[in-house]
Nanobody
Framework: QVQLVESGGGLVQAGGSLRLSCAAS????????MGWFRQAPGKEREFVAA????????YVAGSVKGRFTISRDNAKNTVYLQMNSLKPEDTAVYSC???????????????WGQGTQVTVSS
């Protein structure tokens, strides 16, 4: 199991930017694929982006493509989600997760952080 702690959420105006961080701990943290998911009130959890263990492969959901970028720094055991051109519909709790394989499906991920709130005002 990997322990995950997110940070960087907050309140931002539409069109603004935020960078979320996810710090991972555990002996094998850098060997896991990592993903970001979000859940808005009254809605199901939604895949946002994923990065392979090496950082060589990334996958971003269509709803955020061109605006969000996922990256990782294995020397720091940290994964980032750079969010630009934010929209009110991006408002949600964002959670990072770790999986043994690079995937977009939430049931593949077996370690989850507590989440960080992102609120985008219009």
């Amino acid at each position: 199991q990997v322990q995950l702690v997110e940070s960087g959420g907050g309140l931002v105006q539409a069109g603004g930017s935020l960078r979320l961080s996810c710090a991972a701990s555990g002996r094998t943290a850098s060997s896991y694929a990592m993903g970001w998911f979000r859940q808005a009130p009254g809605k199901e959890r939604e895949f946002v982006a994923a990065v392979s263990w090496s950082g060589g492969s990334t996958y971003v959901a269509g709803s955020v493509k061109g605006r969000f970028t996922i990256s990782r720094d294995n020397a720091k055991n940290t994964v980032y989600l750079q969010m630009n051109s934010l929209k009110p519909e991006d408002t949600a709790v964002y959670s990072c997760a770790a999986a043994k394989k690079f995937d977009y499906r939430d049931y593949v991920y077996d370690s989850w952080g507590q989440g960080t709130q992102v609120t985008v005002s219009s």
